[in-house]
């Protein structure tokens, strides 16, 4: 069962993935085409303000979803559903209000940038009021693995957006034809989030249960702080970018980090959402041989994963801005080197960090993320002095590496009695990441898009001869049968 829903869940968010790939690498450039680079990077400067409110957000949606999917008795599922109802609609009205409040302080300060873009600050902040209540209501539904329904809605609205501002931008309205057609999109989303959840949850206010506010509330705002410093990478680092040299240079350096995050954040984040609800429904008292073995295969294959993928995008990345975007966008290989030890770092992080999440205390977590931010920040601000922009991408992969990643590797260990992967995965890797550096040294003349698709296949073919060679080779095993080996491992295939 459980592999169903996980496999159910990360096949459905491919859809999506591949959509919001089609938003990011073929609308950006049309983006910069009718903006320029400047106008860009200012658009990328106020979308890092607007995250800001998420500092405003506590985020119920996982101890519900958390809370939902272990089935309990109707009336304890219908008190969940009635306070998160509640503590929804008191979100929503302290964001507002604490957002109305800001928006008159800023603008009595009279900050130009803030100015200027005020309006859509305004805007946005309704916007974020919407997306809390659709938070909710995605929640419910991913609580009863409704993840097929949610990514299909949300894949369709997102090449609606893109159309809308499409023909908003050959209106000559400007940069904000990008932010008009969001705010339509989650309008939306939030009217066909409501109708369908209205189909399995009786939503309504009951009497309070303020035990299980408090509960909730002591969760989501751990979470909240671990939540707090995933605004790094992308919103401080663009705001302190932008104060010191300027919106063109956070163009660059979004631009260079796009592919990395692609896979750091968007792929494996997805993939670790997925496994959210499934992982938090496993009793660990009771825990069945299978799903132990799953459990650490898929630690092995997220360590794989991240080697690999950081291999490809250390050989490709230049190619492909050089073609999605040109030359003059790409910052360098000291910037690029930074970015691909991140996504190695992060990926492993995120799928330990859900892990410990479903299923142990995150207080810890909550105070090590908050204090991950801390020293971000006063890194940033002392390396990009030194390095520059490299500083700062430099700041964040310290800060994250030193702090919560160390604590969710032991704590991984601790709860699930996961063994992490052998020697003899690191010197496959290193073999694979050799291999494919002579690769390039022979056929040195290569074109951009003969680099990018030889980059992304010769680390994981390298791999697989090195790694996979006894299953490859076998010639009594099926081609379907050689691929879940290699995916699941002998001893998983066995038990099911």
Not at 12 to 39: A, H, M, N
Not at 259 to 274: D, H, I, M, Q, Y
Request: net charge positive; charged share 15%.
């Amino acid at each position: 069962m459980i592999k169903k829903k996980v496999f159910s869940g990360i096949t459905t968010d491919f859809l999506l993935t591949g959509i919001k790939l089609v938003k990011q690498f073929f609308f950006i450039p049309v983006i910069i085409y009718f903006l320029g680079s400047e106008s860009y990077g200012e658009y990328i400067t106020i979308i890092a303000y607007l995250g800001f409110y998420n500092l405003l957000d506590f985020n119920i949606d996982l101890f519900l979803i958390k809370e939902l999917s272990k089935r309990k008795s109707e009336k304890s599922n219908q008190n969940l559903v009635s306070i998160g109802l509640v503590m929804t609609i008191l979100l929503a009205t302290l964001i507002f209000s604490l957002g109305i409040i800001t928006n008159y302080f800023l603008v009595f300060l009279n900050i130009d940038f803030y100015v200027k873009y005020n309006f859509i600050f305004i805007l946005m902040l309704f916007n974020k009021i919407i997306q809390v209540f659709g938070g909710y209501f995605t929640s419910l539904l991913f609580s009863l693995h409704k993840m097929s329904f949610l990514n299909s809605v949300k894949s369709i609205l997102t090449l609606v957006e893109v159309f809308i501002a499409f023909v908003l931008l050959n209106l000559d309205i400007g940069i904000q034809s990008l932010f008009y057609s969001e705010f339509l999109i989650t309008i939306f989303s939030l009217i066909i989030l409501i109708n369908y959840s209205f189909q399995f949850f009786k939503i309504r206010i009951k009497k309070i249960n303020l035990r299980l506010i408090r509960e909730a509330f002591n969760y989501s705002f751990s979470h909240y702080l671990i939540k707090i410093s995933k605004l790094g990478l992308t919103n401080l680092d663009s705001i302190i970018i932008h104060y010191f040299f300027g919106a063109n240079l956070v163009t660059i350096y979004t631009i260079t980090m796009k592919l990395p995050v692609l896979f750091s954040r968007e792929v494996a984040g997805k993939v670790c959402t997925n496994l959210f609800s499934s992982i938090s429904s496993i009793n660990l008292n009771s825990i069945s041989s299978s799903t132990s073995k799953l459990l650490h295969r898929l630690v092995y294959l997220m360590f794989r994963l991240s080697f690999l993928v950081s291999i490809s995008i250390y050989f490709v990345n230049k190619s492909f801005v050089q073609i999605w975007v040109g030359d003059k966008l790409f910052y360098g290989n000291d910037l690029n080197l930074v970015f691909c030890l991140m996504v190695l770092i992060e990926i492993i992080y995120f799928f330990s960090e859900t892990l410990v999440l479903a299923q142990g205390n995150i207080k810890t977590l909550g105070r090590l993320s908050l204090l991950e931010l801390l020293v971000n920040t006063l890194l940033s601000l002392v390396l990009i002095k030194f390095f520059g922009v490299v500083g700062v991408a430099l700041a964040s992969l310290i800060s994250k590496i030193t702090i919560p990643f160390i604590y969710v590797s032991v704590e991984l260990k601790r709860i699930y009695k996961i063994q992490y992967p052998n020697a003899s995965l690191y010197f496959n890797i290193f073999n694979s990441f050799f291999l494919t550096l002579m690769f390039y040294q022979i056929f040195n003349s290569l074109n951009n898009y003969f680099i990018v698709i030889f980059g992304f296949l010769v680390p994981f073919i390298f791999n697989l001869i090195s790694e996979d060679f006894k299953i490859l080779s076998n010639k009594k095993i099926n081609l379907f049968d050689k691929i879940r080996l290699i995916i699941y491992g002998k001893d998983f295939i066995k038990d099911s």
